[in-house]
């Protein structure tokens, strides 16, 4: 069970942080991470924790994006700074079991989702 929160509407520049509840997820060899789609464009991978231990950010929002993993809390986080209004699209956060092979950073090698949470940059 996978929970996303804390999506809304801001604008360029600005920040939110997303919640996603990982309370199943509790391994931190699992592959966590985050996703997202805009209209009309393919889910794409925005940040993921791999079952290395080691955190994989999509180019788009290198150095503006931070993958937070809270497993005190069982909460996973994904802080975002200087939004801009590409990132609009419904953020997704997903999950697989560490020794499934499919990659981590491609949509198609999870296998459990959550419902997604809107998230909306004005220019």
């Known amino acids: 069970h996978l929970h996303e929160s804390g999506g809304g509407s801001v604008q360029a520049g600005g920040s939110l942080k997303l919640s996603c509840e990982i309370s199943d997820y509790k391994d931190s060899s699992y592959c966590m991470g985050w996703f997202r789609q805009g209209a009309g464009i393919e889910r794409e991978a925005v940040a993921v924790?791999?079952?290395?231990?080691?955190?994989k950010y999509a180019e788009s929002v290198q150095g503006r994006f931070t993958l937070i993993m809270d497993y005190e809390r069982d909460i996973m986080y994904l802080q975002m700074n200087s939004l801009k209004p590409e990132d609009t699209g419904m953020y997704y956060c997903a999950a697989r079991p560490p020794w499934d092979d499919a990659d981590c950073f491609a949509p198609s090698g999870m296998d459990s989702w959550g419902k997604g949470t809107p998230v909306t940059i004005s220019s």
């Open positions: 924790h791999q079952s290395d231990f080691t955190k």
